[in-house]
Structures are given as C-alpha cells and as structure tokens.
C-alpha cells in the first residue's frame, strides 16, 4: 500500500468514525477512535512528508473538527433525517397539563395559608383546597399566609403577605 493511500485512508477512517458517532450511542468512544485516527494520519503525514505537509494536515484537522460539531450539533438535529432519529420536544399545551390551568387562575389573587414550607416548592391551602405551589423569592415557611400572584406552568406562584 502506498503512503498517500495509508494516510488518506486513516483520514476516511477518521471522518467515517465521526459520521457514525451521529449515529451510534457510544458514550465518545467513537470519537475517542476518530480523534486516534486523525493523529495518526497525522504522524504519518509528518514522518513522510515533512513539517510543511504534517502542518497544513494539523490545520485541516483544526478547521474540520469545530466544523464537524457545529454541523453535528446545529444543523443535523434539523434535518430530515436528524429530526427522525431526534424529533423535537412537542409543545405543551394547557389542555396537555394533568392540573386544570383553568381553576388555578381562579385562585390568583386570593390569600391562603402554606401547608409545608416553601423551598420554594410546597403546599398551600387556599379555601379548603390544597395546591402546589411555588414561592415568588426565598423560603416561606409553614403556617405563613401568602397570597397568589400569578402561574408558572402547573404551579400557582405565592408570594409571603407581611402584616
């Protein structure tokens, strides 16, 4: 085999190796084999060509790789075949929410007691009804009344009402 075939062949092998990456859950190990291949064309091109050839090869390699994790990372995902080994996360709706949004921005703007401390996720009574519920800033402790002031997905929003 000649040397331009062996080092054009373990440059391939690298961009092969990378390509399945997209592909293949391998945790990097696939990229660890493609960076080994990619230093590998490049020693062979420094020890048969010289440093001029083994330097335009470094550099290759530093254009190729930052481009290879952009196209990986931002334009696959959109592509026809990115998108069906990935499909997007699908929009949530309120209808799709398991606590009815509805009743809950009923309650926004009453006063009620908390149930549990608020750190800053806890429970809050208002009218005999116990809600999730998360505090606006800081902890709040048990027994405090709060007061609602808005929603954040399916949790009522309370903030501490200071007598």
Do not use: Y
């Not at 230093?39 to 254009?63: D, E, H, K, N, Y």
């Not at 309120?94 to 509805?102: G, H, K, M, N, Q």
């Not at 405090?144 to 200071?162: D, F, P, T």
Request: charged share 15%.
């Amino acid at each position: 085999m000649s040397e331009i075939a062996l080092v054009a062949l373990l440059f391939l092998a690298g961009l092969l190796v990378f390509t399945a990456e997209i592909f293949v859950p391998s945790h990097g190990l696939l990229s660890v084999v493609g960076f080994a291949f990619l230093i590998g064309g490049v020693v062979r091109t420094f020890m048969v060509w010289g440093q001029a050839a083994g330097a335009v090869s470094v550099v290759g390699c530093l254009v190729f790789l930052p481009s290879f994790i952009v196209l990986a990372v931002k334009i696959w995902p959109k592509t026809r075949v990115g998108r069906r080994v990935a499909p997007p996360n699908p929009i949530l709706t309120t209808a799709d929410l398991s606590v009815p949004v509805v009743e809950l921005s009923r309650i926004v703007g009453q006063t009620g007691r908390c149930l549990s401390p608020l750190r800053p996720v806890g429970i809050c009574d208002f009218d005999g009804r116990r809600v999730s519920c998360v505090s606006q800033m800081g902890m709040i402790d048990s027994g405090a009344e709060v007061k609602a002031v808005g929603l954040s997905g399916a949790n009522l929003v309370v903030q501490e009402v200071r007598t």
